[in-house]
């Protein structure tokens, strides 16, 4: 099954909504402090297989990371271990600095 890809701007959208959703950031704690979503949680790629029982199944979740294709490796892998609804946000934090929040640091 393809992944979801998900526009910074719906993002947006569904964060101004209020939607239910996980906004779950791969990167890496250095990264994550230097640059992330407000509200979003961190749980690094290298991390995600060991923590999975940390994330509800069938909540709504965003895959976040720098351009999107560690975001998308995490996705699919949250697609094969059951997941039901998960989205990749295309462009990473990298997008959401430059077309939704540009006090979020570039880098």
Do not use: H, K, N
């Given at each position: 099954m393809a992944i979801k890809q998900l526009s910074v701007t719906d993002l947006k959208i569904k964060i101004d909504n209020?939607?239910?959703?996980?906004?779950?950031?791969?990167?890496?704690?250095n990264e994550f402090q230097y640059a992330h979503i407000a509200n979003s949680v961190l749980i690094p790629l290298a991390e995600i297989s060991e923590r999975l029982d940390e994330l509800n199944k069938q909540q709504a979740i965003v895959v976040i990371c720098h351009h999107g294709f560690r975001s998308q490796q995490v996705a699919l892998y949250l697609d094969h271990s059951d997941f039901s609804d998960i989205a990749n946000l295309q462009g990473g934090i990298d997008a959401w600095s430059v077309l939704c929040d540009t006090s979020v640091p570039r880098y």
């Open positions: 209020q939607e239910p959703l996980l906004l779950l950031d791969v990167r890496e704690p």
